[in-house]
């Protein structure tokens, strides 16, 4: 568990609430989309089609962030003691926004979807890689998705998220950066965002076809 938690941060992939939106209403895709990053290389090709799509459409979805210039223009904004951390932090504080300005994307209220994701989740943990069996648990005790709302809910995750560091990222003090640019990082994030949702639909209809 605590490996895989490494494994995450290494490889810039925290923002759990995006992909689970962006995923819509194919449970199948959720999924995918879900446990996209325990499944390596080719492996994903032993999946049912639409899980295989939630799975590409996760590495993707990363890929277009990875490299879109408003993210780097909120990555500079960023003190420069997190190094190459700064990319999980990023997709830690842009779920915040989506999920304090969840309304405006959503007309489920963002603890009923998360209360049904949870559920649906939880229904097919049994097929999940080991690593999100373990991670599952943790998602719904803690009620992430819910608590990415408020900026209390966002310092416990970055807390949480240092000490499986050992102290090494100091993701911690990134809350001192969020107030700091409050404004400016939820302007990137609504800008940035409203790409993705294009990007994800046009990406989700090609790798159903294939």
């Not at 504080?93 to 915040?96: E, G, I, N, R, T």
């Not at 800008?191 to 990007?199: H, Q, T």
């Given at each position: 568990m605590a490996d895989f938690f490494v494994s995450l941060l290494q490889n810039k992939s925290m923002n759990f609430l995006a992909h689970l939106y962006l995923s819509k209403n194919n449970k199948n895709i959720l999924i995918g989309n879900f446990i996209s990053d325990a499944i390596k290389g080719k492996d994903y090709k032993k999946y049912p089609h639409e899980i295989k799509v939630g799975i590409l459409l996760h590495r993707e979805i990363d890929t277009f962030t990875d490299t879109h210039p408003i993210v780097k223009k909120s990555m500079r904004r960023l003190n420069k003691r997190y190094r190459h951390y700064n990319g999980v932090i990023i997709d830690i504080?842009?779920?915040?926004y989506l999920a304090k300005n969840w309304s405006n994307y959503s007309e489920i209220p963002?603890?009923?979807?998360?209360?049904?994701?949870?559920?649906?989740?939880?229904?097919?943990?049994?097929?999940?890689?080991?690593?999100?069996?373990?991670?599952?648990?943790?998602?719904?005790?803690?009620?992430?998705?819910v608590n990415y709302a408020s900026i209390e809910g966002i310092d416990r995750v970055l807390k949480g998220m240092n000490k499986r560091t050992k102290g090494i990222s100091k993701m911690d003090l990134a809350t001192e950066d969020l107030k700091l640019h409050y404004l400016e990082f939820e302007a990137d994030f609504t800008?940035?965002?409203?790409?993705?949702?294009?990007?994800t639909t046009e990406k989700t209809t090609y790798l159903l076809t294939k």
């Open positions: 504080l842009y779920d915040h963002l603890e009923l979807y998360a209360e049904n994701v949870y559920s649906f989740l939880n229904e097919n943990i049994a097929t999940f890689p080991e690593e999100l069996q373990h991670l599952l648990p943790n998602m719904i005790q803690y009620n992430w998705l800008a940035y965002f409203k790409e993705l949702m294009d990007f």
